[in-house]
């Protein structure tokens, strides 16, 4: 090594920070080739008795200095803290993994315990998380807290062989009489897409342990999302959930409001840019509205929600304590959209917790649809049906046994009503009817919604007739909005995409439209089981969407009234 080097290494190292067991060399920019250009570094982590964290990022280790520095990292074994961010710029590929597996063995030969590992910001792939695979493994990571992989290209395969080891090191920590209890997990864009995401949601499920989550831009569409989703509801101390610019749609926006609905130490969400859409934000208004008690920041940014949803999202969070931030920016309001929901926050007085709007996309036009290319794997065409069946209930533990569709048997008159109904078969099947409540067992929004607009369709003036549907439609929606807020939320934003009032997902077939079925609208905001906030998302939806009922306006207007009413009853 040149004399020339020796001194600025010298010089460099004179900026150490050592004291509280830490010892730092961040953002020195050396240049660790060899054995020799690491000898005063070595000889200060040997000179540190008391070494507990040891920082390296903004470095560049190859592999014949980690061999130095792993062989004086033998003797540390209170070492806890490796912070090594940013660590191998300019290496070749393969030098990473052997310079990760030299360093994991030193640290395993002291017999440390490790409470964080980041290695954020090194572009090492796969092959860098085998390089780490058996030192998570081992005893040495059984303590970890917190592990940071940020924006290291781990891929679909890093993933799974990182889900693995953590699956390890969990089991072989619970046979040691301590279970694993990672906190903090970081890994931003990383290319994990379903399989790398569904992977580690395995882990994460099986740990239960977990306070923070960022997983932003992975390229995550619903299918990963919805067993994150699932995951997340083992996590109860979960805190932080940050899956920003991944692509949850309609499917992966209801699995995981689910999911929340089950957490209530959750502080901050992040879904920006996450395409979550009308349904979705209403659905995440359902939680916000029953749960997430101490949620501080809400961020649905840039995730094509209307203005209508917006609203009903600021609405549920008006009431939260400890609200600080919700941010709406970047969404389909259009400038008078922005106005209103500018006013409704202000009317409130927590106009201070809205974010900027100044990135709003503007109104979409009225042709656009929701099926472009973010639909991945079929999704439109799986959203005809609202996510259909048993599927949509076991993805949003909405089936319950008594109910399973399997476990029904529908008489022949009431298929054949269902199939094709009429006033006539209506009044035919008396008492019947009560065969109708499986066709709405929420496994199946819907369906549910199908059927109940079916029921109100025949609507009359002749008083047998409007008495039986009206008591008909009293049945179903009695049982419709008897759940849980989600349950509801789901089921009655269902019923506006059906009657083309809101905008849904993918090519959803609207019913044909009659007076009727706002007159049963009109009739069942009036009743007991429809409570004052279901009354307030109907009444929002269709204020702002007025134009879609111009051939039923004076069924409209009496709706209208009536939601009114009941919204000013509950000032």
């Known amino acids: ?38 000898e005063e570094l070595v000889q200060e982590i040997e000179q540190c008795q008391d070494l507990r964290a040891l920082r390296l990022e903004g470095n560049t280790l190859g592999v014949e200095a980690a061999v130095a520095i792993a062989q004086a990292l033998e003797s540390k074994h209170r070492l806890q803290s490796c912070y090594w961010s940013d660590l191998f710029t300019g290496r070749l590929r393969f030098e990473i993994p052997k310079a990760l597996e030299s360093l994991s063995s030193g640290i395993m030969m002291a017999g440390a315990r490790l409470t964080v590992l980041d290695l954020s910001d090194n572009a090492f792939g796969p092959d860098g998380v085998r390089g780490i695979q058996q030192l998570l493994k081992s005893p040495t990571c059984h303590t970890l807290k917190e592990l940071r992989l940020n924006n290291c290209g781990m891929g679909i395969g890093g993933g799974k062989i990182l889900a693995e080891a953590l699956m390890e090191c969990h089991r072989s920590s619970v046979t040691a009489g301590s279970a694993l ?13 379903n ?21 932003p831009q992975n390229g995550i569409n619903y299918a990963g999302v919805i067993a994150l989703a699932s995951a997340m509801r083992h996590n109860p101390d979960l805190r932080v959930l940050n899956l920003n610019d991944n692509t949850f749609t309609k499917r992966g926006t209801l699995a995981m409001a689910q999911a929340l609905g089950h957490l209530r130490n959750v502080q901050v969400i992040n879904f920006g840019d996450c395409l979550v859409r009308c349904e979705g934000a209403i659905a995440l208004a359902a939680v916000l509205r029953e ?103 076991k993805e949003n533990g909405l089936l319950a046994k008594e109910d399973s569709p399997s476990k029904c048997h529908c008489p022949d008159e009431v298929l054949s009503f ?52 009206l008591e008909t439609c009293d049945m179903l929606l009695r049982k419709l909005l008897s759940g849980s ?70 069924s409209m207007e009496r709706l209208s009234s009536a939601l009114e009413k009941r919204c000013l009853d509950q000032h």
């Open 418 to 469: 269902v199939a094709c109904p009429s006033a006539e078969k209506l009044l035919q099947l008396g008492e019947m009817t009560r065969h109708l409540l499986p066709e709405v067992d929420m496994t199946n929004p819907h369906k549910a919604a199908d059927v109940l607009l079916k029921v109100a369709s025949l609507y009359s003036e002749k008083p047998v007739i409007q008495t039986t549907v």
């Open 291 to 393: 749960g997430l008690p101490i949620l501080k920041e809400l961020n649905l940014s840039f995730g094509e929600i209307k203005e209508a949803a917006a609203l009903v999202v600021a609405q549920a969070v008006m009431d939260k304590p400890y609200m600080e931030k919700v941010d709406l920016n970047g969404n389909f309001l259009g400038e008078d959209g922005c106005e209103g929901l500018r006013e409704a926050m202000e009317s409130q007085d927590k106009a201070v917790m809205l974010a900027s709007l100044s990135d709003d996309e503007g109104e979409p036009d009225d042709d656009d649809d929701d099926d472009d290319d973010d639909n991945d794997e079929g999704e439109a065409a799986a959203n005809d049906d609202c996510c259909n069946g048993e599927e949509f209930g």
């Open 1 to 38: 090594m040149a004399s020339d080097d020796i001194a600025e290494l010298v010089d460099s190292l004179s900026n150490t920070h050592v004291g509280d067991g830490e010892l730092s060399f961040k953002g020195l920019g050396l240049k660790l080739d060899n054995a020799e250009s690491v």
């Open 195 to 215: 399989e790398g995401a569904s992977a580690l949601a395995k882990a994460f499920q099986l740990m239960g342990s977990l306070e923070e989550v960022h997983m």
């Open 485 to 554: 807020a989600f349950q509801a939320y789901t089921f009655l934003s269902t019923l506006l995409v059906l009657m083309g009032i809101l905008q849904g997902e993918g090519k959803t077939k609207k019913v044909p439209l009659v007076a009727g079925q706002l007159l049963c609208l009109e009739h069942a905001v009036q009743q007991d089981y429809f409570a004052q906030h279901h009354a307030y998302l109907l009444h929002i939806v269709l204020s702002k969407n007025r134009n879609a009922l111009n051939l039923c306006s004076s």
């Open 181 to 193: 209890k990672l906190r903090i997990f970081v890994a931003g864009r990383n290319r994990l897409e």
